[in-house]
């Protein structure tokens, strides 16, 4: 079990309980799935960039992404249906959480002039952050990328509102900006 679910499981669920007045274990907010995205513009003119992008991800999160395709053409942006213009991963379980702990304590405190992450949510207890550099990441080797890239990582959660949410966040150890 990893470090910040046996946390969850020991000090967060009975926090909750006690703060929202739950009854039972199963209506406590709980991650569900985190998914993390690279929007790749410069696929289009440079298709070897899909692959540095993927070599980043997959030492970032441990598991192989998926490439990501347009669904339809623009041609204002030169873009063709089919042609590769991303790339995720879903992480779940063991994986995700390994992620979110080396996220919250080791990535984040990383990033120069760090003031907190914004405490927006999108009202139905999900929150999405975007990270502007790929080197945050303590296994990312600086010598070896070929561009930096920002990524966005979206939390998935069973809370039922922005508050449940954000107090869960909270526990986990997000970083929130103070107003």
Request: charged share 30%; glycine share 8%.
């Amino acid at each position: 079990m990893q470090r910040l679910q046996k946390r969850y499981r020991e000090e967060i669920v009975p926090t909750m309980m006690k703060e929202f007045g739950y009854k039972n274990v199963m209506q406590v907010p709980r991650l569900r799935k985190v998914v993390v995205n690279i929007g790749m513009g410069e696929a289009i003119d440079n298709p070897k960039s899909i692959e540095h992008a993927v070599n980043d991800l997959r030492v970032i999160t441990g598991q192989q992404p998926v490439v990501t395709k347009a669904r339809k053409s623009i041609a204002n942006f030169k873009l063709r249906a089919g042609r590769a213009i991303g790339i995720k991963v879903t992480l779940r379980g063991d994986r995700m959480w390994a992620f979110v702990d080396r996220l919250i304590n080791m990535a984040l405190p990383r990033t120069r002039d760090f003031r907190g992450v914004p405490d927006k949510m999108d009202g139905r207890g999900n929150y999405t952050l975007g990270i502007r550099e790929q080197l945050l990441f303590p296994e990312i080797d600086y010598d070896k990328i070929d561009k930096i890239r920002g990524m966005e990582v979206s939390f998935n959660t069973t809370a039922e509102n922005d508050e449940e949410a954000r107090r869960f966040f909270e526990l986990l150890g997000f970083p929130f900006r103070q107003a």
